[in-house]
């Protein structure tokens, strides 16, 4: 399995990004997915998951302005980001759950893509 996340860059406080992350495999739909995101100097730390059914999961600092969703036939996984703070500056890593569901723990992951930076200036 391998996962290629994309989207990362630079915007200004209170803009939007979108982040994609692309599996390959043919049992993408099986699986959780996940983000999570490490800022320099700390570790890293979850941020969405959404699991086989399409049920949600969000960190307490990102409700409300992050949106992660899945479109199973294109195995592909999105993270919609909005409202965003200095504070969201940060490596993004996608992540695949070892079963069908799966939340805030690493241990919980078996794969993970390379990780896309974004960068929110104020």
């Known amino acids: 399995v391998q996962l290629q996340a994309s989207g990362g860059g630079l915007v200004q406080a209170g803009g939007s990004l979108r982040l994609s992350c692309a599996a390959s495999?043919?049992?993408?739909?099986?699986?959780?997915m996940g983000w999570f995101r490490q800022a320099p100097g700390k570790e890293r730390e979850f941020v969405a998951a959404i699991m086989w059914n399409a049920s949600t999961d969000y960190a307490d600092s990102v409700k409300g302005r992050f949106a992660i969703s899945r479109d199973n036939a294109k195995n592909t996984v999105y993270l919609q980001m909005n409202s965003l703070t200095p504070e969201d500056t940060a490596v993004y890593y996608c992540?695949?759950?070892?079963?069908?569901?799966?939340?805030?723990?690493?241990?919980?992951?078996?794969?993970w893509g390379q990780g896309t930076l974004v960068t929110v200036s104020s």
């Open positions: 495999g043919d049992t993408f739909g099986d699986h959780a």
């Open positions: 992540a695949r759950g070892s079963t069908y569901f799966a939340r805030e723990n690493l241990n919980e992951y078996d794969f």
